[in-house]
């Protein structure tokens, strides 16, 4: 009966068209684009052609040693840190899509907090959604199984808690 | 009467754990979700959907064997034995995204369960097997056991556990589909583990006018995949 279901349920729900997703700019934060001084070049150039609102932690934002990989509809900006590294993330495209009505995703969805901490293989990610985007925030440690940063919360709570919107164009 | 039942009963029993086999060929596989050992916890049975189409396989080569690493013979949970037992080394195939961790996993039953899918390579031996990108795209983070490929489709891959030192990408470097990652090593920062490829593949599912990015199950499209690798056209 669950094969049946399931096979239904794949086939009648999932729509294998992707698309972008709308990013609503009217709930941005004005005051968070201005910054105290400019910004690293790296940072300026690598994110110009991003079209999403761009988020990093205010203590990393002037660090030129960043890596940004980016392009319209996505960014990647990481850092290397002391036995670690921290990615942030944005995305505004999606690669299927559902009905409304589908009861999986719907109480997916609904039960989805407004910033998510997920373990991962002795990583520890942030989640989130804002201004109709997903983003994210990975911590990568050398030594998942004992080091603070990868084991407990605190450590990625804290970057969530100081994120600043550096970029990003309509 | 009685026999009648006791037959359609086998019958019944023995279609639902069949094992799929592929154009006589020696591969075989068990059927989506469906985790081996049972108690490796309860997978996404019947969800056959190739959310990832076309992708190429992750391992450049054939044979690789897509099974539990902490349920096999030497694994933390598994029988006693060699982490390089041949058991472990042999087909069929068994799912193990959703297989227990307590990882947050809104796609598997109870909430939680194994991110991605766990692959060996075709012998016991690390730094041997190249890893290789699976659609075309872009290498957005290298991190001390964990290289991020975004797909052209949007999709992001992990690939985890490769031989730093043997990387042929770098952050930010624009790769082809099929062109080399690394070697499949036990890379795992300073606590290492056993030799495989955990990969896992995220994507963004829009429900209505919301959307939420999701590890979705990978076993359909890498026996798909895998199917086309061993046909000479990967």
């Given amino acids: 009966m669950r094969?049946?279901?399931?096979?239904?349920?794949?086939?009648?729900?999932?729509?294998a068209g992707g698309g972008v997703l709308d990013v609503d700019w009217s709930s941005i934060d004005n005051s968070q684009q201005k910054p105290s001084a400019p910004y690293p070049s790296v940072l300026r150039d690598g994110i110009k052609d991003v079209h999403l609102p761009v988020y990093l932690s205010a203590s990393y934002a002037y660090?030129?040693?960043?890596?940004?990989?980016?392009?319209?509809?996505?960014?990647?900006?990481?850092f290397k840190l002391d036995g670690a590294s921290v990615v942030f993330e944005g995305d505004k495209t999606f690669q299927e899509s559902v009905a409304p009505t589908n009861p999986e995703f719907q109480k997916i969805v609904k039960?989805?907090?407004?910033?998510?901490?997920v373990e991962s293989e002795g990583m520890m990610i942030a989640e989130f959604n804002r201004h109709g985007v997903n983003y994210a925030i990975t911590v990568e440690c050398d030594e998942p199984k004992t080091?603070?940063?990868?084991?407990?919360?605190?450590?990625?709570?804290?970057?969530?808690?100081?994120?600043?919107?550096?970029?990003?164009?309509? | 009467m009685k026999y009648f039942f006791l037959i359609v009963s086998f019958l019944l029993l023995t279609a639902c754990t069949k094992q799929s086999s592929y154009n006589g060929k020696e591969f075989s596989y068990n059927p989506s979700g469906k985790l081996v050992p049972s108690k490796s916890?309860?997978?996404?049975?019947?969800?056959?959907?190739?959310?990832?189409?076309?992708?190429?396989?992750p391992i450049e080569s054939a044979p690789a064997y897509l099974n539990s690493q902490l349920y096999g013979v030497g694994g933390y949970l598994g029988p006693k034995g060699s982490l390089c037992n041949k058991k472990n080394y042999s087909y069929p195939w068994s799912d193990n995204y959703c297989e227990k961790r307590r990882y947050s996993m809104p796609l598997?039953?109870?909430?939680?369960?194994?991110?991605?899918?766990?692959?060996?390579?075709?012998?016991?031996?690390?730094?041997?097997?190249?890893?290789?990108?699976?659609?075309?795209?872009?290498?957005t983070s290298i991190g001390s056991y964990v290289v991020k490929l975004r797909g052209k489709s949007g999709r992001t891959y992990r690939y985890l556990h490769l031989d730093s030192r043997s990387l042929k990408v770098?952050?930010?470097?624009?790769?082809?589909?099929?062109?080399?990652?690394?070697?499949?090593?036990?890379?795992?920062?300073?606590?290492?583990?056993s030799i495989h490829l955990h990969f896992d593949m995220k994507q963004t599912i829009k429900v209505g006018n919301r959307s939420k990015s999701v590890f979705v199950p990978p076993y359909s499209s890498l026996v798909d995949a895998y199917k086309r690798l061993l046909d000479g056209h990967p």
């Fill in chain 2, 108 to 139: 598997c039953s109870g909430g939680h369960g194994h991110q991605g899918v766990d692959i060996r390579t075709a012998t016991c031996e690390k730094r041997k097997y190249y890893a290789v990108a699976v659609e075309k795209g872009v290498i």
């Fill in chain 2, 41 to 57: 916890g309860k997978g996404r049975k019947g969800d056959n959907y190739i959310y990832a189409p076309g992708i190429r396989f």
């Fill in chain 1, 3 to 15: 094969l049946i279901f399931f096979t239904l349920f794949t086939l009648t729900f999932l729509n």
């Fill in chain 2, 170 to 193: 770098r952050t930010g470097q624009k790769v082809r589909r099929g062109q080399r990652i690394g070697l499949v090593s036990n890379n795992m920062g300073k606590t290492p583990t």
């Fill in chain 1, 147 to 170: 080091d603070g940063r990868c084991t407990e919360q605190s450590f990625v709570q804290k970057l969530y808690r100081h994120l600043v919107m550096v970029g990003g164009r309509r």
């Fill in chain 1, 63 to 78: 660090d030129k040693n960043m890596m940004v990989v980016a392009g319209e509809n996505f960014y990647s900006v990481s």
């Fill in chain 1, 111 to 117: 039960q989805t907090p407004p910033v998510e901490y």
